[in-house]
């Protein structure tokens, strides 16, 4: 079975989840995220923390574990600091999904260029 799509099979999944993701075509982990109330000025948010913590964490691995040295400090610095480009990420993604949620990609794009018309009219 397909693991991908082996929740439409699976009994524990409700009904009604079911026939939405039949609807709109499919249960993304985006649109979950939106309805789970994440925005995506929280992903930001988590984006510019996960920044700070790590300069925290090499700061204080630096400090804490000195006979470590500078080599594990950076480590943990990095660690941490790689969560920030997933973050932003899915802000953007959000941010796209807030924006134009489950219409169809031609009806975004449509209106995309309505927007853009109003904002240059050309004569």
Do not use: C
């Amino acid at each position: 079975m397909n693991p991908v799509t082996a929740w439409r099979t699976d009994p524990r999944v409700p009904v009604h989840i079911e026939k939405n993701a039949q609807v709109n075509g499919g249960l993304t982990m985006v649109r979950l995220m939106r309805r789970a109330g994440i925005t995506s000025d929280t992903m930001y948010i988590a984006g510019i923390a996960s920044i700070l913590a790590s300069f925290a964490s090499w700061a204080m691995s630096l400090k804490a574990e000195e006979h470590a040295g500078l080599d594990r400090a950076d480590r943990w610095g990095i660690f941490i600091g790689e969560w920030a480009p997933t973050f932003f990420a899915l802000g953007v993604a959000l941010r796209m999904e807030e924006e134009y949620g489950e219409e169809r990609p031609h009806e975004g794009a449509e209106r995309m260029k309505q927007r853009a018309r109003e904002a240059m009219p050309v004569s």
